[in-house]
């Protein structure tokens, strides 16, 4: 019997030695287990305080995203009003082309007139003075027929002059009213 009790105590001193050591063993595991929980408690906190600051940060864009939704809201007539504006001063201008192309064609047509009227008295030997026409005239009625052919060419040359002088001043005009709406 003392043997077997003796074997039975070492037994019994083995299994609480191996019981010491998973105790031990478990006890390790335990603080181990215990550290990780801690570590992850505080990657939690860090976690749920990142959380929080997105929470404010996604807030405060969407007070930003109402105020320039507003702002936008506000802007679209203005934009709406300058968009109408500026079809307004393209269409001037376009009218001012049509205007300005009007009066180039104008008065390169009367400088054309004037310059064939010069050329002609030209060709036809300069401009004749009264005594020429007095002395070519066969009567006092050609005479005086040719003085009133003179003056009405004279008038013509100096109303062309005046025409060609005033289409200048209009295309100088038109020309900057359009360079002012461009």
Not at 58 to 71: C, E, F, H
Not at 104 to 132: F, P, W
Not at 134 to 147: V, W
């Amino acid at each position: 019997p003392v043997s077997s009790a003796q074997e039975s105590l070492d037994d019994l001193k083995k299994q609480y030695s191996d019981l010491e050591k998973d105790v031990a063993a478990n006890e390790k595991k335990l603080k181990q287990v215990e550290s990780q929980i801690a570590t992850n408690e505080e990657k939690l906190k860090t976690i749920t305080s990142d959380i929080e600051t997105i929470k404010s940060q996604i807030s405060i864009l969407d007070q930003r995203i109402t105020v320039l939704d507003g702002s936008i809201s506000e802007l679209r007539p203005q934009i709406s009003a300058l968009n109408k504006q500026i079809e307004n001063v393209e269409d001037n201008i376009d009218k001012l082309s049509g205007q300005i192309d009007e009066a180039q064609q104008l008065a390169q047509e009367t400088q054309d007139k004037l310059l064939e009227r010069i050329r002609e008295d030209y060709m036809a030997g300069g401009n004749a003075t009264m005594i020429e026409v007095l002395l070519s005239s066969e009567d006092l009625s050609t005479f005086l027929a040719r003085m009133e052919l003179m003056d009405r060419v004279s008038e013509n040359d100096e109303q062309l002059i005046k025409d060609m002088e005033q289409k200048a001043e209009e295309l100088n005009a038109l020309k900057e009213e359009a360079d002012v709406q461009k």
